[in-house]
């Protein structure tokens, strides 16, 4: 291995939460992209299948996490249980807070044509959405956004990281059902 | 329905009233309206209140319970009357709108809509591969942070540097915008008393300042006085003046 390599790999193993890669580059008094480079060759060396743990980057840096075949192993030694399932309710308020935010409660309302109080309180409970401050509106609405927790659920390495939400649009021939329907409904209402 | 419930657990509001669409009791009046077979539309509940603060007026009394009541039913009967207020507004909104116009509207919220509730499958599968995955998160065993410092690293005067400024003594506070008190009580008893032994009787309007709050003072230092025994307050009638005047001790025996 990379003599980089290693002492990245020591800088992993002692931190409890993902370290940035310049945060790492400024530890080892080398360049980013040096750091990146031997990051590379790390995540190569512990390539899944190869260990019982892997490099993995998230939550706007590079952690150790156990393999996922060997999570049930560690669960039943360390009694830790799974995440509680999210809602339909819930994860449909999570994809609206992580693609506005930050966003207020009204908002989130307006978008789902329902009041999204309770949905909002819970995933604040969970700890996969929190308050950012607050709007320079009327009213200075509390702000909300997602969490470091959340990126970590989700496993991405950051906001960024999150598909582009066109890829969601509906298709051309949805739009249409939906248009159709809805001017059946109208005519009827008219009559 | 909230006030339907409270009507029947709590006492009555005993008040009659004498409006243009209802004339008697307003329990009455409220049974009514839930049944329907008034309209909130008619009742103007500005003249409830007042009717009932004119009826608070002429007996005299104020039953808290009967009170309570009275505003959880008048606030019930505003709540179903503005509710109505909202509904009218929103059906006039829609009557206003083109049948296709109303569609389009819909139809693009719904695709605005349609995306996140999409999103939010993704956000799914996303959650079923990552969320049960265990991330190194045990914390550094306190040895490992703890940074080596070096013998001799400090000065002793160190220590005497940061204490320093904790011993300076800190400006004194700026009070001039908080006016003094002219009198202060015992100044106040002490003039109290020079009267007293000087005249054996004074009136409080006879002594007391202008200034209320020395007006408080003065009548403190009377309550002193009095609570002491050295002086007998008289007051003939509510808000009359205080006659005060001075109780004779005794002259010690001599000789």
Redesign the interface.
Known sequence: MLPLARRLEAL???????IAADRLAEACACSEEEATGALAALRAEYAAGAHG?EV?E?AGGF????A?DC?ED??RFTG?E??DE?T?AL??T???V??LEPVTRAEIAE???VSSEYALGALEERGLVEQQGRADTPGTPVLYGTSGRFL?????ASRDDL?P?E????GAD??DE??SR??A???R??Q | MRAEASAVAAPPVALELDLDVFDGPFDLLVTLILRDEIDIWEVRVSRIIAEYVLHLADTGEFDLDATSQFVVLVAALLEMKSRLLLEEEVEEELEDLD??E??QQ??E????????????????E??E????????????PAE?LRRRVADGAFAASSLADALAPLLREPPVPDTSHLADLAVSLVKELRRLRLILDDEGEFTFAGVAPRDRLERAVTFFALLELHSSGEARLRQTRHFGDIVVSRITVPAPVTG
Do not use: C, M
């Open positions: 992993l193993f002692i931190s409890p939460r993902p743990i993995r998230v952690t150790f996490a156990v996922d999570a560690v669960r830790a799974r995440p999210l339909p994860l449909e999570l994809a609206v992580a693609y978008v789902r044509g970590k659920l989700f496993g991405l598909p939400l890829e969601f649009s509906l949805e739009v939906i248009r809805l001017h409904n109208a005519e209402r008219a | 049948p296709d109303a569609a819909l139809l919220r719904l695709v605005r809509y349609s995306q996140y509730r999409n999103a939010a499958g993704g956000l799914r996303a959650w591969a990552h969320s049960a995955r265990l991330y190194r998160n045990a914390p550094v490992f």
